[in-house]
């Protein structure tokens, strides 16, 4: 059985992602944390307590950080919605948060069940970051940790280069590309944006239910920019490939976020060099990272039945 924290600014993609999670078998989602991101992180967490109260998934929520380290909050509602789930958000919730927040309950887990947990990551990186202040062995205390980022042989969706989530806190993705964890999986917009679920794929759902809902208003973000009918499950799939690493191939490389480009800040940049170590004539991402693994291709069908 798998056993996951997951890590999560709901946003629709996310809402989905906890869908998907909750349906597989041998899988348990053990605590969720909360971001800023797609909406401020108040708003993220009645999306997630929400989630939780209407997908019986007993896991506590806690409640995460409220902006990026060393950059001002931007959200995306237009994206997500004001509400951060296409207006369709609904009731209050009427469970709460637990009293850690989401980075200390991240390292507390870690802590007690060493070896035994694993992290989805499908927000922006600062309660990762914080998370390894507290407890600097987390790399050692989790087992499989995937992230949702970057684009690294395809355009950024916020800028040319950046990802959302890398883009929304560089620094965080930064100090978690370069923790030391063994066993990371980076899953981008490479194959996210080729993962596309058509207009037929949202048609099948019930008419009444919750996630056709939601998705509407991220569908037609997806529509009007895409021209096509239909949206890109980013969250989802990087939760498919946690369970079923077998449905993407991968680059192994040591990875950094360029912080200071004048243009290119928030995007993932490889290692990729082909001499020995130690260039001259510039800087190369340290030997002192650990290699992670870059998603560069998905079975998008097998993904999307699943789904
Ligand atoms: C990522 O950014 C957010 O909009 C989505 O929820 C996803 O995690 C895609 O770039
Ligand atoms: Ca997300």
């Not at 637990?98 to 992290?119: H, I, W, Y």
């Not at 690294?152 to 030391?180: K, M, Q, R």
Request: with cysteine.
């Amino acid at each position: 059985c798998m056993r996951i924290i997951v890590d999560a600014d709901p946003g629709i993609d996310d809402a989905l992602a906890l869908y998907y999670l909750r349906a597989q078998p041998d899988t348990e989602i053990v605590a969720i944390g909360t971001v800023h991101g797609n909406v401020p992180v108040e708003v993220a967490t009645a999306n997630a307590l929400r989630l939780t109260e209407r997908l019986n998934i007993e896991a506590p929520v806690a409640v995460g950080a409220a902006k990026p380290l060393a950059q001002p909050l931007m959200t995306a509602e237009n994206v997500h919605g004001e509400d951060g789930l296409g207006g369709c958000a609904g009731d209050d919730p009427t469970t709460s948060c637990t009293s850690e927040s989401a980075a200390e309950q991240l390292a507390n887990r870690a802590r007690q069940e060493p070896g035994e947990l694993s992290l989805l990551a499908i927000g922006p990186l600062t309660n990762v970051a914080l998370a390894l202040q507290i407890e600097p062995r987390l790399p050692q205390l989790l087992d499989k940790v995937v992230v949702m980022g970057g684009a690294l042989n395809v355009p950024g969706n916020i800028t040319s280069y950046a990802e959302a989530n890398f883009w929304h806190d560089p620094e965080a993705a930064d100090l978690v590309l370069g923790a030391g964890f063994e066993d990371l999986t980076i899953v981008g917009l490479d194959v996210t944006m080729a993962s596309h679920a058509p207009g037929e794929w949202l048609e099948a759902l019930p008419h009444e239910s919750y996630a056709r809902q939601f998705l509407r208003f991220y569908a037609d973000f997806y529509e009007s920019f895409l021209g096509k009918a239909g949206f890109v499950p980013h969250d989802p799939l990087a939760a498919a490939i946690m369970l079923q690493p077998h449905l993407a191939t991968y680059v192994e490389d040591r990875f950094a976020i360029e912080l200071t480009g004048r243009y290119t800040r928030g995007a993932i940049v490889a290692d990729r060099r082909f001499l020995a170590e130690g260039s001259p004539f510039g800087r190369d991402i340290g030997t002192e990272r650990t290699k992670a693994k870059y998603a560069v291709t998905a079975d998008k069908d097998a993904f999307l039945d699943q789904l």
